[in-house]
């Protein structure tokens, strides 16, 4: 095991959105016995060195779903972007419905019909006063939220229109995530190896939704919550299930992993 990655929300993050002190403390015993860690996650790489904590080494950031990829000190490894072309065609009213829109640029985040509702997700964020007149050539990924079975409608429609011209996931039932073809966290995930010169089967990585699939498909250590999405304990029936995310789950299973391997925690 030579790289831990781990999806945030639902995964590393307990129920208030928070590393607890058993993870950090698995994560920092990780770390002194010369493993690297990254982070994969649906949300905007500023929000990730927000919470990260201070007496943790700063991390590699999969970002946006796979949009995009900073380095531990910073430095833009990789970027995709929606066309404004593409971004147009998402950003029509038809389209949106009653959802609450988020885009997510270089700098920021803008929604367009918040109601905060999915604030602790989102967080601070711009409004869209123009929706039609909006144009933007830095959007990495477009987030639709809304009830299950509006988002179904959005993404029914999406799938028609646009076809293989965009990549679709959900990081929760609640929220639908768009980014251009191609762009998921495996994807993301094997560059970052590739930069690092890691293999794949050297890497653990941990995740709980649909938009971790690829990732752990890709990664030799794969590993589920159990409270994750049941579609994706069904797309990997191998990868072995560990505990919740608010009992830590993932610190309880990185303990093991270093014990197993001679270098207990």
Sequence with gaps: MRLIVSDLDGTLLDKDSRLADETRAALQAAVERGIALAVATGRHERQVRKLWPRDLPPVPVISANGARIHLADGELLYQSRLSPALLARLLRPELIRETELGVYRDDCIMAYHSKREFSHYTGEVT??????????????????????????????????????????????????????????????????????????????????????????????????????HPELKRRLPDAPVIGDHDQAGVARQLRSLLEREGRPA
Excluded: W
């Excluded at 995530?177 to 560059?191: D, F, I, N, Q, T």
């Design 127 to 228: 409004e869209i006063e123009d929706l039609m007149g909006f144009k933007a050539d830095d959007v990495s990924k477009v987030i639709f939220c809304g009830a299950p079975a509006q988002l179904k409608e959005v993404e029914a429609d999406i799938a028609r229109e646009l076809g293989d011209e965009v990549s679709m996931t959900y990081s929760h039932i609640c929220y639908l995530e768009v980014m251009a073809p191609g762009v998921h966290k495996g994807s993301a995930l094997r560059r970052l190896l590739d930069h690092l010169d890691i293999a794949a089967e050297d890497c653990a990585a941990f995740g709980d939704n649909l938009n971790d699939a690829e990732m752990l498909a890709l990664a030799g250590l794969p590993h589920v919550m159990a409270n994750a």
